[in-house]
């Protein structure tokens, strides 16, 4: 695609359940970036993929999170029995570049846990 | 935690005037750049400057940036109603690994 994708949209879901955030970066881009942004605040760094380099997972909120990139495209951003403070909006970015490149993010997954 | 911030929090214009936010940072950076993210939507990047560069413009932005005093200034001449959005830095850091670090955002109002 011409963009970076993320599905779904929007989410609602229980406390307790699991949720899967899946994000389809720009074709080509090595650099994939998670950020959670809760309502009116900034973007909080949660995890980095680099071409096969092993992951930055130092902004992962806790074990509860876990992300993975398969065949250094897609990834995946699974939260296990979230909680109400789980609740945000999940961006995605990538990049060409990595290090220093522009960010492109998609439109985000709203997360919202009742 | 978070390494830029914006000031002011908040901005709110008239259509026309210029508009001047400012970030802060703590570290020494490779590059510092500036996003725009409309209501509801992602972010989109506007400006990136170096290190070693002291100031950019792009259309009717210009970015300076103070490697001594750490901070940068985006400035938007001319405001139109179209530019209201929040307006984030982000510092990629010397040290770091490659993620890019955003600050608070300042949230800019042009009133028609």
């Known amino acids: 695609g011409a963009g970076v994708s993320q599905s779904p949209s929007n989410k609602v879901t229980e406390k307790g359940k699991d949720v899967e955030l899946r994000c389809d970066p720009i074709s080509g881009h090595t650099a994939l970036y998670w950020y959670r942004q809760s309502l009116g605040q900034g973007l909080e760094f949660l995890i980095y993929f680099q071409g096969n380099s092993a992951p930055d997972k130092s902004g992962l909120p806790s074990d509860r999170f876990s992300a993975e990139r398969t065949g250094g495209s897609v990834s995946t951003l699974t939260i296990q029995r979230t909680q109400q403070e789980d609740s945000a909006v999940y961006l995605c970015a990538s990049s060409l570049e990595g290090l220093t490149g522009e960010l492109f993010f998609g439109e985000g997954s709203r997360l919202t846990v009742l | 935690s978070q390494q830029g911030e914006e000031d002011p929090q908040a901005l709110s214009i008239q259509e026309g005037e210029n508009a001047t936010m400012n970030c802060s940072y703590k570290?020494?950076?490779?590059?510092l750049q500036w996003y725009r993210q409309n209501s509801g939507r992602g972010l989109v990047h506007l400006i990136l400057i170096r290190s070693n560069e002291r100031e950019k413009h792009s259309g009717r932005l210009r970015v300076t940036l103070d490697t001594s005093k750490k901070s940068s200034s985006l400035l938007i001449t001319a405001s139109r109603a179209a530019d209201t959005a929040s307006y984030f830095c982000?510092?990629?850091?010397?040290?770091?690994?490659?993620?890019?670090?955003f600050g608070q955002g300042t949230t800019l109002q042009v009133k028609p």
């Open positions: 570290t020494s950076i490779n590059n």
């Open positions: 982000a510092t990629d850091r010397s040290s770091n690994t490659g993620k890019l670090i």
